[in-house]
Every structure is written in C-alpha cells, then in structure tokens.
C-alpha cells in the first residue's frame, strides 16, 4: 500500500527526532519552499521570510521529538511559523489586534467565489490579495493555496475554528469589493 504524503512527513519527522540529517535534507527540501511562501505572504519581506522559514527549519530539527501525530506534518510545521511570523511582527510591531471569535456565519459571499473565477489577470488577483490585513491574507492561503480546512488552519493560526471562518468570510468579501472595482463591475457581478 502506497504512503501518503503525511505519512511520509511522518516518518522524516521521526527520523529527525533520532538525529538523521539525511532526513532533515529530505523535508527541508519537501516543505520549505511552502513555509516560505506562507511566511512572505504574512510578513510581506523576503528577507525576514527567508530569515524566519529557517528558524522553522532550525526549530523542526530541535523538536521533531514533539511531533505526536495528531496533526499532518505540514499543519505542524506551518503552526510553528505561524508562532515565529507573529512573534517577529511583535518585535516590529506591526502586529493588529485580530477580531472576535463569532459564531458560524452564514457564508453569503459564494459570488466571490464567481467573481474570482472570472479574473483571467492574475496581476488583479494579487493586487487584492495584497490590500487584506494580515490575519485575512494568511487564511486564504491556507485555505486555497495549501488545501487546509478550517480546522487545520485554526490549529495553525491558533484560534477558535469561528474565528477562521469570520475572517474568511470578511476576506471573500473584500476580494468581491476589490476585484468588483479593477473590473468596473456593480456590488452584483454585472458590469456598470
């Protein structure tokens, strides 16, 4: 039977609690270009992300014994970023006070969902991306470009799964509002 992903993250993981090195070349070469790219988009620096993916990397070898499975190994790991991003956004202070946990929302932001698929210029898309807040920006990438659910990416965040989906919704909203202006299109979709 094949292994999946995770399991294989696993087993590296396991290998680095026992001091392998072969198996921190291996899953540094698997997972840290995804850690650098979750990093830049939260701290908005190549440097301090390059900086900050290798106190992860540093942080993987030194406690790959605390791994207990609970979780994918790319959650893990991505958690430890999350916690060392904050961490450096304190020290430049450029961390914001992050909304409540709510509630589950009712999603009504599906026609952002239309709107995204209709941009063919990924330049717009980026650009929107770029003018959500932090906490906003760090859910959508999570959730579309690592494929996480809600609770993994609360887990990774460190927060109620409410919280997640508010900031999700507040994120699909702004996306609407931004794409629906680049485009010159009205509050539904259609153009003005």
Known sequence: MPTS????????????????????GEFYRRYHGRIYAFLLRRLRNAADAAEVANEVMLEVWRGAARFEARA????????IAQHKAVDRMRREQH????????????DESAGAVDLVARVQD????????????????AVVHLAFFEDLGYGEIAAILDCPEGTVKTRMFHAKQGLKRCLGRLLGLDAEGGAR
């Not at 992903?5 to 921190?24: K, S």
């Not at 994918?72 to 958690?79: A, H, I, Y």
């Not at 961390?95 to 009712?106: I, K, M, N, Q, R």
């Open 5 to 24: 992903a995770a399991d294989e993250g696993g087993i590296l993981l396991a290998g680095i609690a026992r001091g392998r090195e072969q198996d921190m």
């Open 95 to 106: 961390f914001a006070a992050e909304e409540l946990d709510t509630e589950d929302l009712a």
């Open 72 to 79: 994918r190994p790319l959650t893990w790991v991505l958690g």
């Open 122 to 137: 990924a330049t717009l898309l980026r650009r929107c991306l770029e003018r959500l807040s932090d906490a906003h920006r």
